[in-house]
């Protein structure tokens, strides 16, 4: 097991107990078996200097680096426990882990820069977060109320927008889910747009989310226990981006099928492991 900053050998009273302890340290070992190649990873991670305006509103150069690494890392190390702790499946973890090496920096680069352009694109748009106001889109229960909000300079979609995109926000978001955030930020701008141009079908559609936006946010409130938790909620979460892409901004589509049925499954499904 991996902690206070070493790798420990500790006795398990079964293998799966063993092999779930040793998650975190073979991580650990497989970075310590490439760091050669993890430190060329941060020298080209420099490059994000570039967007240091875009970053701005969220945070300094350090920490977009430091976030960048650390998203980066996850993607490459081993994500599950391995098969049995043998050499034989450490050399096959470090082996793939290699293999997502090259090029790797520009391609999260790539991905990294449309996602903050286009939100600033929508805090242009929806203006600055309240800093007293909750996130969730159940805010805008009525057209009057976001009027009463954009003329204070508080749009509630900002509020939608911290959720989406906060700071720190690659502590969050899963390297392969990076090239799904652009279309929420479209779906975004385009609800920013709809609702002042036909407030009651926007206020229909609002209605339609918000059992499932109410429901992500008590489950978020929620400390997380397990692994299996944690996929079940990034599942239920993602789900819910699509779902908002389906109702308010159809022709940018979907990533998978999403309806209130498939919804109320994962959300059971969700439940259940918490």
């Given at each position: 097991?991996?902690?206070?900053?070493?790798?420990?050998?500790?006795?398990?009273?079964?293998?799966?107990?063993?092999?779930?302890?040793?998650?975190?340290?073979?991580?650990?070992?497989?970075?310590?078996?490439?760091?050669?190649?993890?430190?060329?990873?941060?020298?080209?991670?420099?490059?994000?200097?570039?967007?240091?305006?875009?970053?701005?509103?969220?945070?300094?150069?350090?920490?977009?680096?430091?976030?960048?690494?650390?998203?980066?890392?996850?993607?490459?190390?081993?994500?599950?426990?391995?098969?049995?702790?043998?050499?034989?499946?450490?050399?096959?973890?470090?082996?793939?882990?290699?293999?997502?090496?090259?090029?790797?920096?520009?391609?999260?680069?790539?991905?990294?820069?449309?996602?903050?352009?286009l939100r600033q694109q929508v805090q242009?748009?929806?203006?600055?977060?309240?800093?007293?106001?909750?996130?969730?889109?159940?805010?805008?229960?009525?057209?009057?109320?976001?009027?009463?909000?954009?003329?204070?300079?508080?749009?509630?979609?900002?509020?939608?927008?911290?959720?989406?995109?906060?700071?720190?926000?690659?502590?969050?978001?899963?390297?392969?889910?990076?090239?799904?955030?652009?279309?929420?930020?479209?779906?975004?701008?385009?609800?920013?747009?709809?609702?002042?141009?036909?407030?009651?079908?926007?206020?229909?559609?609002?209605?339609?989310?918000a059992p499932y936006a109410d429901a992500l946010k008590q489950l978020e409130?929620?400390?997380?226990?397990?692994?299996?938790?944690?996929?079940?909620?990034?599942?239920?979460?993602?789900?819910?981006?699509?779902?908002?892409?389906?109702?308010?901004?159809?022709?940018?589509?979907?990533?998978?099928?999403?309806?209130?049925?498939?919804?109320?499954?994962?959300?059971?499904?969700?439940?259940?492991?918490?």
């Amino acid at each position: 097991e991996f902690a206070e900053g070493v790798v420990n050998l500790r006795l398990f009273r079964s293998t799966d107990l063993a092999r779930n302890a040793s998650l975190l340290g073979v991580q650990r070992l497989v970075e310590l078996a490439i760091q050669k190649d993890l430190a060329w990873l941060e020298k080209d991670l420099r490059a994000l200097a570039r967007f240091d305006a875009l970053y701005a509103p969220l945070g300094d150069t350090a920490e977009l680096r430091e976030t960048s690494l650390e998203h980066l890392k996850r993607y490459i190390f081993p994500t599950e426990p391995l098969p049995a702790l043998t050499r034989k499946h450490f050399e096959t973890a470090v082996a793939a882990a290699r293999e997502r090496l090259p090029g790797l920096a520009q391609q999260f680069i790539d991905r990294l820069g449309p996602i903050l352009q286009l939100r600033q694109q929508v805090q242009q748009k929806v203006g600055a977060t309240a800093s007293t106001s909750k996130p969730g889109p159940q805010k805008m229960t009525s057209f009057s109320q976001i009027g009463v909000a954009v003329a204070k300079g508080v749009n509630p979609l900002a509020d939608e927008l911290n959720h989406l995109v906060p700071p720190r926000f690659l502590e969050r978001i899963d390297y392969e889910r990076l090239p799904h955030l652009p279309r929420y930020l479209k779906a975004l701008l385009i609800r920013a747009e709809r609702a002042t141009l036909n407030p009651v079908k926007h206020q229909e559609r609002l209605r339609q989310l918000a059992p499932y936006a109410d429901a992500l946010k008590q489950l978020e409130a929620k400390p997380i226990r397990s692994a299996e938790a944690r996929r079940e909620l990034d599942a239920y979460r993602w789900m819910v981006e699509e779902f908002k892409v389906s109702i308010f901004a159809q022709e940018l589509g979907t990533a998978m099928p999403v309806s209130p049925k498939r919804l109320d499954s994962q959300l059971d499904a969700t439940r259940r492991v918490f």
